[in-house]
């Protein structure tokens, strides 16, 4: 009887290891990757014995050995009396299990659990197991016959034969038990005579006998099993290393690039195995004589080498690398059971598959999201969003997540320098970890993403989220033009919303939907939103890292919800370790480690000052350094905290600005005094050059004097000329005074604007004085101005009159 080795849902169905529904089986089967193939007859699958669990093979093997049990006459199946075979040096015991025959009357102790080295008998198969126990089986009625018959071994072998032949074994023996022991490998005839019949001769049941003599008979009575040839080849290095590469080539190509290397690698590998072996180099002749005896493969043999020869896993080795190896590895799985909520944060950072509009400038770009997960119940808090990865975008999502669920003992994300730093983690005093609490985690290895597998697998949710947008941009699933014409469409909405011409912004949206077919945000107050309801509906949908529940809807079981796990926490008695708004709001202000000189900090860039309380830390020569922690509010530098490295607060500095080396009001006299001293310059220029272009003034009278014809020339067009030269001159020097007096003005306005942020106790007299210079300036700035067009303007009429 030939063990089956396929077996179809209908037949697996509630046995040991297997559901008991047809779709249960197929469902399992299908999960753990059985090796199946289509039936030969009707639709549906088969399945491999070998792939099943080891509780259904234990279960069919044991249903095939009970057949062909059921095959054995009656004296067989009944407890005989134990008796001293006459078989040479073989004693079988009769109450033994099958496949407990041994050499001698000991059985073999039982194998050490703890050991490494597994008995052979593991490695064989369900079939040569069967085939074992058929053999012992035959063995014990060859015994019987010779304890009832008192004669020799081999007259009761031969005796059992000739019964056999006759076919007049009780039951079903020759079919059930003598054909299932034989080896199939042999012959193929099914009926002749006896050494053809199908049937032992009795040189093979002689052997048997030998075999079960031995010290694990159970073992050396299968048979053979026929194994590939994994003798080693020279091709098979160098087709090794021609196929893991990472560019993936194919079989085909790397058999084609074995062909023209082979010449030239085969020398070579025959030149250093020769002076390995030998320690003697040869000639070129006997190196190619011996490089010509060397085995080339067929593209066949490649073929099944890479196929069922040759680690997959090792091939991958060379053909991934990092993460997409990682991906083929073994790897550790982790559960939450027993974990309560927010005990472990983790959060990663999500560059967003789509664009959105920018909030000043209107233009289509890309944002950064940064969110958080509880391990213990997968819920996912409020997201950060931001231009780019940052610690202020980081820090946000953290605020966040302390508001839902408090402070987390545990906060793990990837290696980014946004946190890996003295602000966030490194410093033990003035750090948020250590002002928090919190403990920052990040993957042992740099890049492997599957450690931070919640996170991650939350990209994946979002970027499939994302292709309802129309502006939906991943490369390998958005098609590329597509996505080219949308952001051209995009950009004339932009531009048309800024000049305001309402109908081209309509038919540029309109044509953005078209070719997108999707979701069109033209705000960032609709992408935000749109990606809280993208968290809300995560939050309630069913986790397969969650318990089941009865749906209390549908009254079915399913895994609950991120929701619903927090609410059961809550309900349980979870309260979480939260923090009160003075407090949240104290933790995620920058702080730094100074030293106090003379009764100030230099913190943030800046001087803060405290007489009283800064006095009593202030660095003196000789004595140890006082560090102190500061503390800003980003929206408020005129004050800091200072406090002492416990934490306890020591005062509320106030922001020192620099002055000048004299004061305001001397410097604008001053300014004002060399201004006018300028301007009545200028002026007076201007009357004289009025007064030389005045018609009514009396000609000059000038003496003709004789010279040559090239020395001739008219005083009246040198004096032109001279006049306009000093009138450039006079313009560049109004022009760079103007350009001096704005600077100036700008320089002032800045230094007002400072102080009025930085000294904000000046009286409203002062600020009137000041607006009253500045007021004074703008005439003076105007006045030049004018004088610069009345030069322009008489510098021209000059030019026509010398015309």
Request: net charge neutral; proline share 5%; glycine share 6%.
């Amino acid at each position: 009887m030939a063990m089956k080795e396929w077996f179809t849902v209908q037949e697996l169905a509630g046995l040991p290891g297997m559901p008991g529904s047809e779709f249960g089986v197929l469902k399992k089967l299908k999960k753990n990757l059985a090796v199946n193939r289509p039936k030969g007859q009707g639709k549906g699958l088969e399945f491999a014995l070998k792939s099943l669990p080891e509780a259904t093979q234990a279960h069919i093997h044991a249903q095939v050995v009970a057949q062909v049990l059921a095959c054995l006459p009656a004296e067989l199946q009944r407890d005989p009396v134990p008796a001293q075979s006459k078989l040479s040096t073989c004693t079988i015991s009769q109450t033994a299990p099958l496949g407990a025959l041994t050499s001698g009357a000991q059985l073999p102790a039982a194998a050490n659990p703890a050991d490494d080295a597994l008995p052979d008998a593991w490695y064989q198969t369900s079939h040569q197991r069967a085939v074992a126990d058929a053999r012992q089986s035959v063995l014990r009625y060859i015994q019987r016959l010779e304890q009832q018959a008192g004669c020799s071994t081999r007259a009761a072998m031969l005796t059992f034969l000739t019964t056999a032949t006759a076919r007049r074994l009780d039951g079903d023996t020759s079919a059930a038990m003598l054909l299932l022991a034989r080896d199939s490998r042999g012959r193929k005839a099914s009926n002749a005579h006896v050494n053809a019949a199908g049937l032992p001769t009795l040189r093979t049941l002689q052997g048997w006998c030998k075999r079960a003599a031995e010290q694990t008979a159970g073992q050396n009575l299968a048979p053979g099993q026929r194994q590939p040839d994994m003798t080693a080849q020279p091709w098979m290095l160098l087709a090794i290393e021609l196929k893991r590469r990472p560019q993936k080539p194919t079989t085909k190509q790397v058999y084609e690039q074995l062909q023209a290397a082979w010449p030239e690698w085969s020398l070579d590998w025959v030149r250093k195995d020769r002076k390995a072996r030998l320690g003697a180099l040869a000639t070129p002749e006997q190196l190619a004589a011996l490089a010509a005896h060397l085995v080339f493969p067929s593209i066949h043999q490649l073929t099944r080498f890479f196929g069922s020869k040759f680690s997959q896993l090792d091939l991958a080795d060379g053909q991934y690398r990092g993460s997409a190896l990682r991906a083929h590895k073994f790897y550790q799985h982790r559960t939450n059971a027993g974990l309560e909520p927010f005990v472990e944060v983790h959060a990663d950072g999500w560059n967003t598959h789509f664009l959105a509009p920018h909030p000043i400038t209107g233009a289509y770009v890309s944002y950064e999201v940064w969110h958080f997960h509880d391990v213990a119940t997968r819920y996912t808090t409020p997201f950060s969003i931001g231009m780019s990865e940052s610690a202020e975008v980081i820090m946000k999502g953290l605020e966040a997540c302390i508001r839902v669920g408090g402070v987390p003992a545990v906060w793990q994300t990837d290696s980014t320098g946004s946190v890996k730093n003295a602000k966030v983690q490194f410093d033990p005093v003035a750090s948020i970890s250590a002002r928090a609490g919190l403990t920052v985690v990040h993957p042992e290895t740099v890049g492997n993403s599957q450690a931070n597998g919640i996170a991650e697998n939350y990209n994946t949710r979002l970027d499939r989220e994302s292709r309802a947008l129309a502006t939906y941009m991943h490369p390998q699933r958005m098609d590329s033009l597509a996505f080219k014409q949308v952001r051209k469409f995009t950009t004339h909405m932009v531009k048309a919303q800024a000049a305001g011409d309402v109908a081209a912004h309509k038919v540029a949206r309109e044509a953005a939907l078209r070719v997108g077919k999707g979701i069109l945000f033209e705000s960032k107050d609709q992408m935000v939103k749109w990606l809280d309801d993208v968290r809300v509906k995560s939050n309630n949908e069913p986790h397969s890292a969650l318990p089941k529940i009865t749906c209390p809807s549908t009254g079915k079981l399913r895994h609950q919800t991120p929701q619903e796990a927090l609410d059961a926490a809550i309900q349980r008695g979870w309260i979480p370790v939260a923090l009160d708004e003075c407090t949240l709001t104290e933790l995620f202000m920058p702080h730094e480690r100074r030293t106090v000189t003379r009764e100030m900090v230099h913190a943030f860039n800046k001087q803060y000052y405290h007489h009283e309380a800064l006095s009593a830390y202030s660095q003196v020569p000789g004595k140890p350094k006082i560090e102190v922690m500061v503390a800003i509010d980003p929206m408020d530098g005129e004050h800091v905290w200072v406090k002492e490295l416990s934490g306890s607060l020591i005062c509320k500095a106030k922001f020192v600005a620099a002055t000048g080396y004299r004061s305001q009001s001397l410097y604008e006299f001053a300014l004002a005094k060399r201004m006018n001293a300028q301007i009545k310059r200028k002026e007076d220029q201007i009357d004289d050059i009025r007064g030389r272009m005045d018609p009514n003034r009396a000609p000059v009278e000038v003496q003709a004097i004789e010279v040559a014809s090239a020395q001739v020339f008219d005083l009246g067009d040198y004096a032109a000329q001279a006049a306009c030269e000093k009138a450039l001159t006079t313009l560049a020097q109004n022009r760079q005074q103007s350009e001096a007096l704005t600077l100036q003005k700008a320089q002032t306005e800045e230094t007002s604007d400072f102080a009025l942020r930085c000294c904000s106790g000046d009286t409203p007299e002062e600020l009137a004085e000041k607006a009253r210079l500045e007021a004074e300036e703008t005439e003076r700035l105007d006045m030049l101005a004018r004088m610069d067009a009345v030069m322009t303007q008489m510098l021209e009429e000059q030019r026509q009159a010398a015309m």
